[in-house]
């Protein structure tokens, strides 16, 4: 028994043993297959591209107090995260209240382009499109690449009206009360007891109730749950005030039998009476005038207006104006005019009938021969001036032209993007140089401790590697590419010279030579 016993534990050890080599062998494996997997995802972090945009809100021109930066604007953040641009150009104005995002666009000026280019925020693939083409742009573009967050119509503000909270609910209704007096319990705004007195009357003290609850500044806009609500009047309360003669009996019927009211209403409508018959201004016949004057309060009848106003044919023959003139102030008809034609010199009309050259010849004094000879050498001399002159501008654009040619051959796009960028380089460097020069008179100066100039050397040191990594790597990478390019003219040898005096003048700043740092 002893010997089965020990044979069996020895079976079970080796059995153990296989069972923790295997778990062992798919650990190692998982791991393995683990590292792989955090390997390959750290490869693609690296490749990642990740940008970070400068936002404008507005079309005004930016400064540096009105740039925002949003960070972290990769493909994967707008794919996987909805109206991730968005959401982010909110959060650098918590204070301000937002449109919907269909209501917003991103306008972005490409390199080179005279246009804008749209960028609706809630279109993905136009954003995905826009990172991938600031990718392409060379290392000192996307710097200075600024999107102005604008509405998209210009009719509406750049944020939406802000608006108090409580004008965004409403406690008209008794279930709307009694969820706000059970939010105010969960708050512990109120106790329990208080809210089983509340209960137990009517909804009017639920409404009061509630408005005293409500904060301060809510109260204005709730004046409606402190109102109390209006006297329904009933059958008995009218018996009542007729009995002690508040209303008469008609006011009482009124009251009970509305209906009947509204009957006797229509029945006593009335139609306006006709206006008034006076004593006519032209025949004098009286009450038959109705057709008023229109300067006094007089009257005139229908038919002396049509038979002194109007012919057979019912035309006008004279003028209604004249009626206050000739019957009301009694002066009588205007004496009739008339006109009297006179005809036009013969010459006149012979002159109407021709030309105006025709004319100036026929009152002009005829010109002799030598007139004539001389005008045509003055015509032949001006017409060889406007000749000469021609053939001037011809020569001069043709000129312009040519220059326009040679400079854009001289001058392509690649070569002042490289003229730009070298220029960009030396706007720093000339800026870290002053700073450098500052350090250096204060170390010059006497009377300053071994730590203070101590202080001052390092803070040079910085500079300088400053200069080295920023600005000295790209000059000659400028410098390298104006070599490459086969371009003819000056233009690309000024900048290749410039580079080298550049390097050479950056090459000083290395070697720590104090008397450029010395001088002004």
């Known amino acids: 028994n002893r010997m089965g016993a020990a044979s069996s534990r020895a079976t079970k050890t080796k059995e153990q043993k296989e069972k923790e080599k295997e778990e062992k062998a798919a650990i190692a494996a998982k791991e393995k297959e683990r590292q792989r997997v955090i390997k390959r995802q750290q490869k693609l ?88 083409e600031i990718a392409k742009l060379s290392w000192f573009r996307p710097a200075k690449v600024i999107f102005h967050f604008v509405p998209i119509l210009t009719t509406i503000p750049m944020f939406a009206m802000k608006t108090h909270p409580a004008t965004l609910v409403s406690f008209h209704s008794k279930n709307s009360v009694l969820k706000k007096l059970a939010d105010l319990f969960l708050e512990g705004r109120i106790s329990i007891t208080e809210l ?12 009061v ?9 809510w109260q204005p806009y709730h004046e409606y749950l402190n109102t109390p609500p209006p006297p329904v009047t009933t059958e008995r309360d009218i018996e009542k005030s007729y009995l002690n003669e508040d209303i008469s009996l008609k006011q009482y019927e009124e009251f009970k039998y509305p209906e009947r009211k509204e009957l006797n209403e229509i029945k006593s409508r009335q139609y306006p009476l006709a206006g008034q018959f006076i004593t006519c201004i032209i025949c004098g016949e009286p009450n038959v005038g109705i057709v008023p004057c229109q300067n006094c309060d007089n009257m005139a009848c229908v038919k002396c207006v049509q038979k002194t106003f109007l012919d057979e044919n019912g035309q006008e023959k004279g003028s209604f104006m004249l009626m206050h003139h000739k019957y009301c102030l009694r002066l009588g008809s205007l004496k009739p005019i008339a006109l009297e034609l006179q005809l036009e010199p013969a010459y006149l009309r012979q002159f109407r009938s021709t030309s105006r050259s025709a004319v100036l010849a026929m009152l002009m004094p005829q010109k002799t021969s030598t007139d004539d000879v001389t005008q045509k050498e003055e015509d ?17 654009q043709r000129i312009a032209e040519e220059e326009e040619l ?4 001289e001058r392509p796009p690649e070569l002042l993007a490289l003229r730009m960028a070298f220029e960009d380089n030396m706007n720093r460097f000339h800026k870290l140089l002053k700073e450098i020069k500052s350090l250096q008179k ?27 990594k920023a600005v000295l790597k790209p000059v000659e990478k400028i410098h390298a590419s104006a070599v490459d390019l086969d371009i003819p003219g000056n233009f690309r040898l000024m900048l290749v010279d410039e580079a080298i005096a550049a390097l050479t003048l950056m090459g000083r700043v290395l070697d720590l030579d104090l008397e450029l740092f010395r001088s002004d």
């Open 380 to 396: 032949d001399e001006d017409e060889e001036e406007e000749e000469a002159r021609r053939q001037a501008e011809l020569e001069r």
């Open 196 to 207: 089983q007195q509340i209960f137990t009357n009517d909804f009017e003290i639920w409404k």
């Open 45 to 132: 972090l690296k490749e990642e591209i990740n940008q970070s945009w400068r936002i404008v809100f507005g079309e005004n021109i930016p400064n540096k107090q009105s740039i925002y930066v949003i960070s972290n604007v990769t493909l994967r953040n707008i794919w996987m995260e909805d109206l991730y641009l968005y959401n982010q150009i909110k959060n650098l104005k918590t204070d301000e209240l937002f449109h919907p995002c269909d209501s917003y666009i991103l306008k972005w000026r490409p390199p080179g382009s005279f246009y804008q280019l749209v960028i609706p925020l809630s279109d993905i693939r136009i954003q995905e499109s826009v990172i991938l």
């Open 209 to 217: 109730a509630l408005y005293n609850l409500l904060p301060v500044d």
């Open 406 to 409: 040679l400079q854009q051959r």
């Open 442 to 468: 204060k170390m010059d100066d006497n009377g300053h401790t071994d730590q203070f100039i101590q202080r001052n050397k390092r803070l040079q040191q910085e500079v300088i590697d400053k200069i080295r």
